[in-house]
């Protein structure tokens, strides 16, 4: 399957895509907010057709201990809306520490402060997608469940 996976923030969505055999998560890009959910979504929407995702992916920021604060209910939102109004699945997993661990990662490769910076979002999404596709690994999911 292939997936498109968002990290939301905000301000700016990081997005990340994996390849139909879901052997890799990439960084694929970032766009910036438009302040009303309903553009957000179109937009959303627009990169699942353009990328011909099967399902779309989004990161919830649970704390630390796993409870859902005022971030992840605001994430959760927008995947409802974002689900009333796609024609593929959308699915929430777990992205803990994910944008930390992106930055780690960038910051071992060499990449200034500035250059993270601006890829920090889409690097979050690819780890957020790279956990998923390990996870459904894990458990065998078949190529075309949505687990």
């Given at each position: 399957?292939?997936?498109?996976?968002?990290?939301?923030?905000?301000?700016?969505?990081?997005?990340?895509?994996c390849d139909a055999?879901?052997?890799a998560a990439y960084p694929a890009g970032v766009f910036h907010r438009?302040?009303?959910?309903?553009e957000d979504i179109e937009g959303v929407l627009a990169l699942a057709t353009q990328h011909e995702a099967d399902a779309i992916l989004i990161g919830l920021p649970l704390s630390?201990?796993?409870?859902?604060?005022p971030q992840a209910t605001k994430v959760q939102?927008?995947?409802?809306?974002?689900?009333?109004?796609?024609s593929v699945p959308v699915l929430l997993w777990d992205e803990?520490?994910?944008?930390?661990?992106?930055d780690d990662l960038m910051r071992a490769h060499g990449l200034s402060r500035a250059r993270r910076r601006a890829k920090i979002d889409q690097q979050a999404a690819a780890l957020i997608l790279e956990s998923y596709l390990a996870h459904r690994r894990?458990?065998?999911?078949?190529a075309d469940a949505i687990v």
């Open positions: 399957m292939r997936f498109l996976a968002l990290d939301l923030g905000d301000v700016r969505v990081g997005y990340a895509l055999l879901e052997i438009k302040g009303s959910v309903r630390l201990n796993g409870d859902v604060g939102g927008f995947a409802r809306r974002l689900a009333n109004k796609a803990s520490l994910t944008s930390v661990e992106a894990r458990i065998g999911a078949p």
